[in-house]
């Protein structure tokens, strides 16, 4: 079993910037994967950016050069830095860890880009 505490998360205005951390209950280069995903109402579950073990980022087309993922050592986290938000950006996001085959979920935080 892997927890997920998500934080950050909150009510930006268009333009505006965010981080949220995710921390797992173990270490983080312990993990196959993280990721954030997100989910806005009426909307699936999608995936905005990925880190593995060894590095290799990944990020959906619609957050490249906006959003960048990254793992903090000393603190244990796997933050995502979002710049340039637009309202398209509001949702749930969530965190998401692999491990042995297993996928786990933070609880979501959720995220509001508007005036």
């Known amino acids: 079993q892997v927890q997920l505490v998500e934080s950050g998360g909150g009510l930006v205005p268009p333009g505006g910037s965010l981080r949220l951390s995710c921390t797992p209950s173990?270490?983080?280069?312990?993990?196959?994967?993280m990721g954030w995903y997100r989910q806005a109402p009426g909307k699936q579950r999608e995936l905005v950016a990925s880190?593995?073990?060894?590095?290799?980022?990944d990020y959906a087309d619609s957050v490249k050069g906006r959003f960048t993922v990254s793992r903090d050592s000393t603190k244990n986290t796997v933050d995502l830095h979002m710049d340039r938000l637009i309202p398209d950006d509001t949702a749930v996001y969530y965190c998401?860890?692999?491990?042995?085959?297993?996928?786990?979920w933070g609880q979501g935080t959720q995220v509001i880009v508007s005036s």
């Open positions: 998401n860890g692999r491990h042995l085959g297993f996928q786990y």
């Open positions: 173990r270490n983080i280069f312990t993990l196959a994967a």
């Open positions: 880190i593995n073990v060894g590095g290799k980022v």
